[in-house]
């Protein structure tokens, strides 16, 4: 596959890597290193920006009013839009939209009104409710959350966790079990208000992100109607399984945008760096490390556009997007951990963004699937999908 960039998308990744360095990085001067948004009028000056761009909303479908992008050209963008400190967490704090909750690009006509067109507005939050205390490498099995046919609804009773943006959220698709005979056969989705009586979220999970948190959610005798179901009853596993391969090739090109950045952070380090009279750059051992660090972002790079590129086509790419995200999160990590222990002490203050990358990173490792489970996808491929 040939993956040298057409001209036109030569010109959007130019404008996206002007729009990061002029825009974005000049206000993370003033934030804290660990900020996870910006003040709503900087936020809005840069919405206004990107859509006079015309790329806000990259994700969107033109059906829906978007720019109608494909995704080998999003995963370049992708890449640019996470080289700054917050990237990992919110590329660009989300001046440039998106698509929410793709699973509602499959919702009803009913629904599109109340969700899908109000989020894709930016005047709606949603949350996606799969993971649970049970586990969540394995949904199909783990899901313990059940929906129980009541009263012309659903009654849902149960709990997820480590669910993001929950508690500023004013809907969520939440997925639970309506056939136990059935395993991942059994699932349907849910579209839950916030308010919903039975509805809450319990309490607020700290993690390594310092300012930003992850949510605990409590469901208890919560009526929902037949509207609120998402797809087809007993089919939710289904849009689960979609959104997530598709999420993890953007997912990967965000720890290779940071990656590129940390090796670029490293290089001119080493050229101006002196230790005991010599550059950093002429000792081999700096050398290694940034060949390492290069050959670790060049094959990430490869595998999540061959990821794309089979995604752009519409062929099976479940398990090249597994390899993507494996890739591009393990040498991410490495890549960052190397650029710190150049940069010696300063590598690991907030001085610079390293060390917060450092932490996404090891976040990236588990999220949208630890590197496990992409390996298990990876060996059932290679050994005929028999594996239990």
Request: charged share 30%.
């Amino acid at each position: 596959m040939d993956f040298e960039p057409t001209t036109e998308q030569r010109l959007l990744i130019e404008q996206v890597r002007r729009f990061v360095r002029e825009e974005i990085l000049p206000l993370e001067e003033t934030l804290d290193p660990d900020a996870s948004e910006l003040p709503a009028t900087d936020l809005a000056r840069l919405v206004g920006k990107t859509k006079a761009m015309g790329l806000y909303g990259i994700d969107i479908p033109r059906e829906f009013g978007g720019p109608d992008i494909d995704i080998v050209t999003r995963t370049y963008l992708a890449i640019e839009m996470a080289q700054h400190r917050a990237g990992l967490y919110v590329p660009c704090y989300g001046a440039f939209g998106g698509a929410g909750l793709a699973q509602l690009f499959e919702a009803n006509d009913d629904q599109k009104e109340r969700y899908l067109f109000p989020t894709l507005r930016g005047e709606k939050k949603a949350f996606f409710g799969l993971t649970e205390p049970s586990g969540g490498s394995d949904p199909a099995r783990a899901i313990r959350t059940r929906a129980e046919r009541r009263d012309n609804g659903w009654v849902i009773n149960g709990s997820k966790i480590y669910i993001s943006g929950a508690d500023r959220a004013q809907y969520g698709i939440v997925f639970a079990r309506t056939d136990a005979a059935k395993g991942r056969g059994g699932i349907t989705c849910f579209i839950v208000d916030a308010g919903t009586p039975g509805f809450h979220v319990r309490r607020v999970v700290h993690t390594l992100r310092s300012s930003s948190y992850a949510t605990e959610l409590e469901f208890t005798e919560c009526w929902v109607s037949d509207h609120q179901v998402l797809g087809e009853v007993n089919k939710g596993f289904a849009i689960a399984n979609d959104r997530l391969s598709r999420q993890r090739i953007p997912y990967a090109a965000g720890c290779i945008g940071v990656a590129i950045k940390a090796q670029e952070m490293a290089l001119e380090w080493s050229k101006i760096r002196e230790t005991f009279g010599e550059k950093l750059a002429n000792r081999q051992a700096i050398q290694w490390m940034l060949v390492d660090n290069e050959l670790e972002i060049r094959t990430a790079t490869y595998f999540t556009l061959v990821a794309a590129e089979k995604a752009r086509r519409g062929e099976p790419f479940r398990t090249e997007a597994a390899m993507a995200k494996l890739l591009a999160s393990e040498n991410g990590g490495k890549v960052v951990d190397r650029a710190m222990q150049i940069f010696g002490g300063m590598g690991m203050t907030k001085d610079l963004p390293l060390e917060r990358w450092y932490r996404e990173m090891r976040i990236r490792r588990v999220g949208e699937g630890p590197s496990e489970v992409q390996r298990m996808v990876i060996a059932r491929d290679l050994l005929g999908s028999k594996l239990r």
